[in-house]
């Protein structure tokens, strides 16, 4: 079982290390993000907690003048997001380093902004809003993307299939209210457009997909998870008026 998981792992890494993007977003979203934020200066300190391969960290770089860090647990996506920064000369103000989101070395109020894009569902939003408060400077922001259910009711379906990935899925107002509770001023919150799933990444990650299936042709388990990333784009596709991926912005208190 320990060697599917980590099987799994491997395949998910594959299958999103050419991607530009990791998870659901645009360079629109982050940039509009962006611009609920003042007082950020070119001595401002940002980190973009689980990185990836930096798509949406370049985005921030190029729009603001602070140094930025990028974290990310695996090793390989910070190695393209490094050759990224170099890509586009930002190597003096931002760098990726390999780390933890839940275990950070920083040091406490050592940031202006701390950012992430799709993983702070990972490790719980509520748990995540409370851990990361403390690297927070006072009146420093977050920005965080979460999926977020649109209704208060939905199908048993789609409600099942987000349980049985291990997420706690709760209503942009409760997630709102959590922030409040977690030490931050509420800003903005809006829900991401169709096409950041769509365009952005699951038609990118199909096509990624497809390389895998031709690679390990007849292997089994390569076959049992990709279809399980179809399903999770039929069920998009079926149910996306009741859930999406949502910004959330704050300043700590």
Not at 234 to 253: C, D, N, P
Request: include cysteine.
């Amino acid at each position: 079982m320990e060697n599917i998981h980590s099987a799994i792992i491997d395949l998910v890494i594959e299958t999103h290390i050419g991607l530009e993007r990791q998870g659901p977003g645009s360079p629109e979203m982050t940039i509009k993000a962006l611009n609920f934020l003042d007082n950020l200066d070119n001595i401002s300190r940002i980190v973009d907690l689980a990185c990836g391969t930096g798509g949406q960290t370049m985005v921030l770089a190029q729009n603001i003048t602070g140094n930025i860090i990028g974290v990310d647990h695996c090793p390989d996506f910070i190695n393209i997001f490094n050759k990224n920064v170099r890509k586009l000369n930002l190597q003096e103000r931002v760098k990726g380093i390999v780390g933890s989101m839940e275990n950070l070395s920083f040091k406490k109020e050592e940031f202006d902004l701390i950012w992430s894009e799709g993983a702070i569902d990972n490790i719980g939003f509520e748990k995540g809003l409370n851990y990361w408060n403390g690297f927070l400077k006072k009146n420093g922001y977050i920005a965080v993307t979460c999926p977020s259910w649109f209704t208060d009711e939905r199908p048993a379906e789609i409600e099942k299939f987000w349980n049985n990935a291990g997420s706690r899925l709760d209503t942009i107002g409760d997630n709102i209210s959590i922030m409040q509770k977690s030490g931050y001023n509420f800003v903005a919150a809006y829900t991401l457009p169709e096409k950041c799933w769509t365009d952005n990444y699951f038609i990118p990650r199909e096509a990624a997909e497809k390389a895998l299936l031709e690679k390990y042709k007849g292997n089994k388990t390569v076959e049992a998870y990709i279809n399980a990333e179809k399903y999770e784009v039929e069920l998009y596709s079926k149910y996306k008026q009741y859930y999406g991926y949502a910004f959330y912005i704050g300043k700590k208190i």
